[in-house]
């Protein structure tokens, strides 16, 4: 049977919903002992202080022989010692019940000590038939009998009927008793201050909770010791709900730095972007990049847009390559495949960029992603390949400058000496006011050229 020390003095656990802090993040890893924070901002409160000094013992009244005895026998058949279970005695909490009741009933003869030391069994064997409101008030009955009960008893009262009425949610009664024991003992702990916390939370004085959680954590730190990571993860929420981000990124760093994990990274990189630290925004992103943090399209496409922008296209295609090729977390689609395929021309691997062009072109509602390949391959002198692209783009249709397809086309074939299909391709061109000057001129040379080319074979076969 468990003890009511046992019981009730461990840390009251409370959770607290966190929003969460949503992320992106890259390449190349941070040391997190780089990432420049400011401090943690105080408290507006003070947290919870101990007495001075202990109150002075107390003179109890002396207890009866007959209540002694009694009192044995219930605490013994709640929990018999060991030379008892040696002799084959066994715990039976439901006839020391019976027997703590009947000596209830007879409790007006007893002094307020004996009461006390009665409604302590009361209320730790009503505790172990879970039932709450009777432990409550038997627990508060103990304490109605101060100051004929020792110091120590009524400040460890104080304390568990504070984490009472805080597991039963009635932190204002929890918050009243919590105070009442600080001012009866000299000290309150670093683990003591967190359950203070987390009580003045659920009453609303978010204030004193984030006061008495710092002081928890300060306390920890000043004895050499690791903050536990429940107790700087609730900080950080005091610290969001007060919209501190400052503050909320400095307990953020320091949990990334003891404990590692990638949600603590994602709202790293969250609150960098949130404080408008776009440098340190991007080094996090890298960070969660190599460490395989990132899991989104978004992230990723994010992660590709930013490498591009800042003249590393090689870094933004190696990302999209792997996402769309290897980890099939971004879709191939026209779109991201053209990103792709733009990434790797950018870096000067045509090769790739036209593998990835290609596929793009195919997936594409219309024929602009065909002229784009028509292009791309024309600049590598593949004529054949270009001409063969544009006219899938025109095939295709929706093109937003058709004139361009041609005026391509018709360099394609002037370069492969088809004259008059140049020509035919720059007078469809000169269609469009825009391209007109440009295929006319395109047109006379094409001309030229032809004519050229035939003088040259009749002087040949003359």
Not at 141 to 150: C, D, E, G, I, R
Not at 172 to 187: D, G, P
Not at 204 to 222: G, I
Not at 325 to 346: C, F, G, H, M, Y
């Amino acid at each position: 049977m468990k003890t009511l020390k046992s019981v009730l003095s461990a840390t009251l656990q409370k959770s607290v919903g966190v929003a969460v802090l949503a992320a992106t993040p890259l390449l190349t890893m941070v040391s997190v002992d780089a990432l420049a924070v400011d401090g943690i901002a105080p408290a507006n409160a003070s947290p919870l202080q101990p007495a001075e000094q202990r109150p002075d013992p107390r003179r109890l009244p002396g207890l009866p022989q007959s209540f002694i005895e009694d009192y044995s026998e219930i605490t013994s058949t709640m929990e018999p010692s060991e030379e008892q279970i040696a002799e084959g005695a066994k715990a039976d909490p439901a006839k020391a019940f019976q027997m703590a009741k009947e000596m209830e009933r007879e409790a007006g003869e007893l002094n307020p000590y004996a009461k006390a030391m009665l409604f302590q069994v009361l209320g730790q064997l009503y505790y172990e038939r879970e039932d709450m409101p009777n432990t409550i008030k038997y627990f508060e009955m103990v304490v109605a009998q101060s100051p004929n009960l020792p110091v120590g008893t009524e400040a460890q009262f104080y304390y568990f009927l504070g984490q009472l009425y805080a597991q039963e949610e009635n932190e204002t009664k929890a918050v009243e008793y919590l105070e009442r024991w600080s001012k009866m003992v000299t000290m309150i702990s670093a683990t003591q201050y967190a359950t203070l916390a987390q009580i003045y939370y659920g009453a609303e004085q978010h204030d004193k909770a984030l006061a008495n959680m710092q002081q928890a954590v300060k306390m920890y730190e000043s004895e050499g010791k690791v903050p536990r990571e429940e107790w700087l993860s609730f900080l950080r929420a005091l610290y969001f709900f007060k919209e501190d981000y400052k503050s909320t990124l400095a307990v953020v760093t320091e949990l990334v730095r003891l404990y590692p994990k990638m949600s603590y990274w994602s709202q790293l990189a969250s609150l960098y972007y949130e404080l408008g630290q776009l440098d340190n925004y991007y080094r996090t992103m890298d960070s969660m990049y190599v460490m395989g943090g990132l899991k989104k399209e978004n992230e990723l496409k994010g992660l590709a847009g930013h490498f591009i922008e800042n003249d590393a296209p090689y870094k933004a295609a190696k990302v999209l390559d792997k996402g769309i090729n290897q980890d099939k977390i971004v879709e191939p689609t026209a779109t991201n495949l053209e990103l792709l395929a733009n990434s790797w021309r950018l870096a000067q691997e045509t090769e790739k960029a036209l593998v990835e062009m290609k596929r793009a072109a195919a997936k594409a509602e219309d024929g602009d992603l065909y002229f784009n390949l028509s292009r791309l391959l024309f600049a590598r002198d593949e004529f054949d390949a270009s001409v063969s692209a544009a006219e899938n783009a025109l095939s295709k249709g929706g093109l937003s400058r058709p004139d361009s397809v041609y005026l391509t086309i018709g360099q394609a074939e002037l370069a492969r000496n088809n004259f008059d299909a140049a020509i035919d391709a720059f007078k469809k061109a000169s269609r469009d006011k825009r391209s007109q000057k440009f295929a006319s001129q395109w047109i006379t040379y094409a001309e030229g050229e032809k004519k050229r080319q035939d003088a040259l074979k009749n002087s040949d076969e003359g």
